[in-house]
């Protein structure tokens, strides 16, 4: 730890950040009490004001909470010459009352407190959030648009089965369908021709449907481009893309997602992903609570997905095996748990095949790779 840290006075800074109004709490080392100001959101020029008129950038320690906002603040306040730090809301301790008063300016405090304690080396008072570039956030957007859109296609073939079938209509799937569906065309269990005001929204909810598609299909192209993502970065999305039961959505999130960002140890990497244990041990309980769920959803979401993958397409793998041995004969509960055990041990082994080439022991190539 660095111990000018507990030496060197600092003025902290907690900004409350709302659409309407900003709250700044500071607490001066000369003073005893934080003062408290309020600006209009958005309002970046009177938020530097103010700060200038405080103390000067090398003496100040800002923090904010990650939000709606993103981190545009954070790096336009780091432009300026501050020391920003974003915090993880959620690590932030409350009251634990029924009815706790929350308010805007104690909520400045509470995040006073707690980058003070933060500054001094307190590691575990709450956690922070790593500022992105430009460039990594941009990165992201195609892939999780394309989750949306995939969320929205689903919308759309449901409702129309939906509509068809309360008219006797089965059968007709619109994804598969090579052509485009004629309504004129279909015919009800009774025998009549789909009423009209039935058969426009049937038109319209098509009509969106297609668009919807035709989006998938840019956004995927776009996603597998490397215009806006570092070298190193497309290089790890290539390496996955190689490896049998790793698609193209699959290796852009991991890649940009979770190995974008260095990782001190494996531990470090599974608490980022929220699939470490969460132990319950008070009294005469002890229990484990499930897996924290804390960090990044996406990659957490996607590493379960291809656990699933891996036993399908990598089978004769070290993992796998174990997997199926620690499995044998148990019910669907226990398989449940354990795939989250194996997808906390294959993103530790894609995570070194990345960083060092060396290949899970037992995994194959797809045959497009070699």
């Known amino acids: 730890m660095d111990h000018d840290h507990t030496i060197e006075p600092k003025t902290f800074v907690a900004i409350e950040l709302s659409k309407r109004s900003?709250?700044?709490?500071?607490?001066?080392?000369?003073?005893?009490?934080?003062?408290?100001?309020?600006?209009?959101?958005?309002?970046?020029?009177?938020?530097?004001a103010r700060l200038r008129r405080t103390s000067d950038a090398k003496d100040m320690v800002l923090?904010?909470?990650?939000?709606?906002?993103?981190?545009?603040?954070?790096?336009?306040?780091?432009?300026?010459?501050?020391?920003?730090?974003v915090l993880d809301p959620a690590s932030l301790q409350v009251n634990r009352r029924a009815r706790r008063v929350k308010t805007d300016r104690i909520d400045a405090l509470a995040m006073l407190r707690a980058l003070a304690?933060?500054?001094?080396?307190?590691?575990?008072?709450?956690?922070?959030?790593?500022?992105?570039?430009?460039?990594?956030?941009?990165?992201?957007?195609?892939?999780?648009?394309?989750?949306?859109?995939i969320h929205e296609r689903t919308a759309h073939v449901n409702r129309i089965k939906g509509l068809l079938f309360a008219q006797g209509i089965r059968d007709?799937?619109?994804?598969?369908?090579?052509t485009r569906i004629d309504?004129?065309?279909?015919?009800?269990?009774?025998?009549?021709?789909?009423p009209p005001r039935l058969r426009a929204e049937l038109e319209r909810e098509y009509a969106r449907l297609v668009m919807v598609e035709d989006q998938l299909r840019l956004v995927e192209k776009e996603r597998d481009t490397a215009d806006a993502q570092s070298p190193a970065v497309e290089q790890k999305r290539l390496d996955l893309c190689r490896l049998q039961g790793i698609g193209g959505?699959?290796?852009?999130?991991?890649?940009?997602?979770?190995?974008?960002?260095?990782?001190?140890?494996?531990?470090?990497?599974?608490?980022?992903?929220?699939?470490?244990?969460?132990?319950?041990?008070?009294?005469?309980?002890?229990?484990?609570?499930?897996?924290?769920?804390?960090?990044?959803?996406?990659?957490?979401?996607?590493?379960?997905?291809?656990?699933?993958?891996?036993?399908?397409?990598?089978?004769?793998?070290?993992?796998?095996?174990?997997?199926?041995?620690?499995?044998?004969?148990?019910?669907?509960?226990?398989?449940?748990?354990?795939l989250i055990a194996l997808a906390r041990k294959l993103a530790i082994a894609l995570w070194r095949y990345v960083e060092t080439g060396a290949l899970p022991e037992g995994a194959r190539l797809s045959a497009k790779a070699t």
């Open 249 to 338: 959505a699959a290796s852009a999130i991991l890649a940009r997602e979770i190995f974008a960002r260095s990782f001190s140890s494996r531990r470090h990497l599974a608490s980022y992903l929220g699939l470490t244990p969460s132990a319950y041990d008070s009294g005469t309980v002890t229990k484990c609570q499930g897996i924290s769920k804390a960090g990044n959803s996406w990659a957490r979401r996607i590493l379960i997905e291809i656990a699933w993958l891996w036993l399908k397409y990598q089978p004769h793998t070290t993992l796998a095996r174990w997997y199926i041995q620690r499995t044998q004969g148990q019910g669907a509960r226990i398989r449940r748990i354990m």
């Open 117 to 149: 304690a933060v500054y001094r080396g307190e590691r575990h008072v709450c956690a922070q959030v790593r500022v992105l570039t430009v460039e990594e956030e941009d990165a992201r957007r195609s892939h999780r648009e394309r989750d949306r859109l």
């Open 172 to 178: 007709v799937e619109p994804r598969l369908r090579r």
């Open 63 to 85: 923090c904010f909470e990650a939000g709606h906002d993103g981190f545009w603040l954070a790096r336009f306040l780091q432009a300026e010459g501050y020391d920003v730090r």
């Open 183 to 194: 309504f004129n065309e279909l015919r009800t269990a009774e025998g009549l021709p789909i």
């Open 22 to 48: 900003w709250v700044i709490g500071v607490a001066r080392p000369d003073r005893d009490k934080p003062s408290i100001y309020r600006l209009t959101g958005g309002d970046t020029s009177g938020l530097v």
